[in-house]
């Protein structure tokens, strides 16, 4: 099969899934998650969320407490991890350092019984798929970082898997590399059709690489949407703060309007009445010249702070109760002390509850209906 010739992965769920290291303290807490054949999709948090447990379970190197793994409607939860249709990039590439890096990628074939020939091509393949044909003769100990996490890929795809996990594989790469090896991953991800679920607690790399995104806390799914999505219309609080820095307003929601220490604002996108936490990005924010436009609110620079491409202005509206931050271009020019205008634009306003609601998993309902 050519390195060129399109494959198609397969469709991962994952259903009820519960893992507790320690009785009565799960880590992952009944969690149920599809990921669409030939999609990228990134898991993402932050440490200790269980995302690398899930990453585990689904390859077949831990046993959960409950649930059920299954690639394209097949359970593989009494399948052991090398006949798993599964291949998995880990944190660290974990090569071997007695081999030379054609052998590396070629171990898996060997150990599959594939002849030597078959071997050999398969392997030249995947080294020129990521970029390495001309290393395969060299020791592992003479690659750079991104070189051994380009050969740990190859030896996970030389296996053709259904779907392919990855574990924070570029948290240890400086920043442009992590930038060249993601654009790598999702050119192979699309050449290849394959499934992919990559782990990260990096936003960023979740915006940049997923079709979709899965953002777990404390062990339990958040939401689940486009990239773009969580940041223009979070689902949560805690998931509005975990893509970025907000401003945050308290108040009550009553048709189309808002009213809060601000006063009373204009809604685009008012959600239920009653009380909640309305959310608006400081890059939403638009400085103005004067009052006037809908949610204009007069406020006092308390100050400013250059971040290279821009400059966050910090600001406490009248009565000193409320501080607001919105992003302007470096030139803008607005210093301590000044009085400005900032309009909050209704379009960019989302009215998120003070406290998520529970996420009820199939398990769970089962569990209370025993």
Do not use: W
Request: net charge negative; aromatic share 4%.
């Amino acid at each position: 099969m050519s390195a060129h010739e399109p494959r198609r992965g397969g469709e991962l769920v994952v259903d009820g899934l519960r893992v507790a290291y320690e009785p009565g303290v799960p880590v992952v807490d009944g969690i149920d998650l599809a990921v669409p054949a030939g999609t990228l999709t990134a898991l993402l948090g932050p440490s200790g969320c269980g995302k690398t447990t899930v990453l585990k379970v689904v390859a077949g190197l831990l046993t959960a407490g409950a649930g059920e793994v299954s690639v394209d409607g097949i359970a593989l939860d009494t399948t052991p991890a090398e006949r798993r249709p599964v291949g998995m990039v880990f944190q660290k590439p974990l090569l071997f350092g007695h081999l030379t890096v054609g052998d590396n990628v070629a171990f898996g074939l060997r150990m599959r019984g594939v002849g030597r020939a078959a071997r050999r091509r398969r392997v030249a393949e995947m080294l020129e798929l990521v970029g390495l044909p001309e290393l395969a003769g060299r020791r592992v100990g003479e690659l750079s970082g991104g070189q051994e996490q380009r050969v740990a890929l190859a030896r996970a795809l030389v296996l053709d898997p259904r779907v392919l996990l990855l574990d924070e594989p570029f948290s240890a790469l400086d920043a442009e590399l992590r930038h060249r090896m993601r654009e790598l991953v999702r050119r192979v991800q699309r050449e290849l059709s394959i499934t992919m679920l990559f782990v990260t607690h990096d936003q960023q790399e979740a915006v940049d690489l997923a079709d979709a995104v899965v953002l777990m806390l404390g062990g339990r799914i958040e939401g689940v949407g486009s990239p773009s999505s969580f940041y223009t219309d979070p689902p949560t609080l805690a998931a509005a703060r975990f893509f970025g820095s907000t401003n945050e307003i308290p108040g009550t929601v009553t048709g189309s309007a808002f009213t809060c220490p601000l006063g009373e604002l204009q809604l685009d996108h008012p959600g239920p009445d009653g009380p909640g936490v309305l959310v608006v990005r400081p890059e939403a924010v638009r400085l103005l010249g004067a009052d006037g436009p809908p949610n204009t609110v007069t406020t006092t620079v308390r100050e400013t702070r250059f971040r290279g491409t821009h400059r966050t202005v910090v600001t406490v509206a009248d009565g000193g109760t409320m501080v607001l931050t919105a992003t302007v271009a470096p030139a803008v020019p607005v210093e301590a002390g000044d009085r400005v205008h900032l309009q909050l634009p209704p379009s960019a306003c989302r009215v998120l509850p003070t406290a998520a609601p529970r996420i009820v998993t199939t398990t769970e309902n089962e569990d209370a209906r025993a």
